[in-house]
């Protein structure tokens, strides 16, 4: 069974930055494509970032160039670095991954971004 487990949320004032860390019980070379969705209050989820096997990135346009996705194999890890956060980047925000037809969600992470 994989498991997600996501750490480094938390608040954070506008401008600033967070650093945020989803670790699998798997070799993440083992997935497809990893990446980040955010869900804020009352809307749907969305996508953020993701990352291919091959290490091809893909960002939302509300977010490329803030924000980057990164990986260490040997820490079975996934990151997202976000810079200069905005108050509309509030949400849960939730790593996945995916094999073949299957993806996994981890229980996602809240990050407030108010002064």
């Known amino acids: 069974q994989v498991q997600l487990v996501e750490s480094g949320g938390g608040l954070v004032r506008p401008g600033g930055s967070l650093r945020l860390s989803c670790a699998s019980s798997?070799?993440?070379?083992?997935?497809?494509?990893m990446g980040w969705y955010r869900q804020a209050s009352g809307k749907e989820r969305e996508l953020v970032a993701t990352?291919?096997?091959?290490?091809?990135?893909k960002y939302s346009g509300s977010v490329e160039g803030r924000f980057t996705i990164f990986r260490d194999g040997a820490k079975k890890t996934i990151y997202l670095q976000m810079n200069d956060v905005r108050p509309e980047d509030t949400a849960v925000y939730f790593c996945?991954?995916?094999?073949?037809?299957?993806?996994?969600w981890g229980h996602g992470i809240l990050v407030t971004v108010s002064s």
């Open positions: 996945s991954a995916c094999v073949l037809s299957r993806t996994t």
């Open positions: 798997e070799n993440i070379f083992y997935f497809n494509d």
């Open positions: 990352i291919n096997v091959g290490g091809v990135t």
